[in-house]
């Protein structure tokens, strides 16, 4: 891949916008999200957050996550409605407003990651699955499991918790519980199904929910490089084998450099991230959406805020 666009793209990443005319504004993580009525604007971001901390911006991260959460929510709109009601730019969702729940859904089909990390800890029962004693890093489950955790707002943590504990919290109905966990394993499913295709194996994903009125939506986003881990299917099995990490297409890749480089996993100072390696996490993100949507992303070097403004101003929003 060339990365002079990657490089050059540096000086013009998206940290936040100023968009007032579009409503109410919130800023999460990587999303700034305008509410004017039952009506949401949701701005994704170039920043990078990493352990509930975010610590940089990564050229072309939000048109990445953006495009990608839509061809997702295209793709799996026969198995749960999605909050999508237009894209008018590459960083731009307008979606219905929906009640959220205040649990996110973690499907795993592989014990890595975070989870694998507690597991050799032995802090993995928060969950109160039965993870089999004796699982390799890397393994795949049987079954795919649920692993849910709470919703922290900006600046907290995100932490585990079982489904008798949703249930006593009242964080969702048995009913409502029932049919979110349906949801995300058809979802997950179909994404594992469309990843094999594409020579990559969709490992794990977090899965947000909502409802207006009785009806059940996937609103936040799907299937990105953010939300899910990929690796690439052919060399899973060698690398299993020789018990090496295999090869990631997403956000782990800075996780684990934040770790080893930098002994860092959300406590203690914040480290700075250099360009090289913001420009290679970007080179992993663009390869993602190009391998998963099977279509080439043109680069276009400019100011991204702008841009934005333009379109939403085009199509009648501001």
Known sequence: MNTSA??????HTLRQTDLPALGQPYRGKVRDTYRRGDQLVLVTSDRLSAFDHVLTTIPFK??????????????????CPNHVLDVPDDNVTVARACEPFSVEVVVRGYLTGSLWRDYEKGTHTAYGLPIPAGMRKDEAFPMPILTP??????????????????????????????????????????GQKWARTRGLIL???KYEFGKVGDTLYVIDEMHTPDSSRY???????????????????????IRQWLIRERNFSGHGPLPAIPDDVRVELATKYVAAYERITGTSLTLNVGDVHARIEQNLRAKGYL
């Open 231 to 253: 690796w690439v299917a052919d060399e899973y099995e060698a690398r299993f084998a020789r018990g090496e990490d295999q090869r990631m297409l997403d956000k782990e890749n």
């Open 6 to 11: 990657l490089h050059a793209q540096l000086q």
């Open 149 to 190: 955790s709470t919703k922290a707002e900006y600046g907290q943590h995100d932490e585990p918790i079982s489904e008798k504990e949703i249930l006593a919290r009242n964080l969702a109905s048995a009913r409502d519980w029932a049919r979110i966990t349906e949801a995300a394993r058809g979802l997950f499913l179909e």
């Open 203 to 205: 490992v794990d994903t």
């Open 62 to 79: 939000g048109e990445v996550l953006n495009r990608l959460a839509a061809f997702w929510f295209e793709r799996t709109k026969h198995i």
